[in-house]
């Protein structure tokens, strides 16, 4: 079996937040990634003022990461969301996207 990569898609939640809509963009990567057959969306979790998407995705985990910036684009989270990636090494998670992105990435 292949290296899985454990990917997080997050996205911030606060008093005005319409949870169909983070739930909308849930279903949307877990559908296409169904289809194309390259990665699983392993649900999400809620957490204070973030809702993550977790992601299993093979190795290497560039395709995958070009696809999620692509439906997050699609669905107009893009600007909103933040990307980490999970790294053995550190035992600790690195965010992809933004660039630069400086705040420390916490579940």
Do not use: C, W
Request: hydrophobic fraction near 45%; avoid cysteine.
């Amino acid at each position: 079996m292949n290296a899985m990569n454990k990917l997080v898609v997050q996205l911030p939640i606060d008093s005005n937040t319409d949870f169909d809509s983070l739930l909308r963009v849930e279903e949307t990567l877990s559908r296409v990634f169904g289809l194309e057959g390259h990665a699983q969306v392993d649900g999400h979790e809620i957490s204070e003022a973030r809702f993550n998407i977790l992601i299993r995705a093979p190795d290497p985990a560039g395709p995958t990461l070009a696809r999620i910036a692509q439906l997050l684009e699609a669905l107009g989270v893009l600007p909103a969301s933040v990307v980490a990636s999970f790294s053995p090494a550190t035992d600790s998670y690195e965010v992809v996207h933004p660039r630069g992105y400086a705040a420390k990435f916490v579940l």
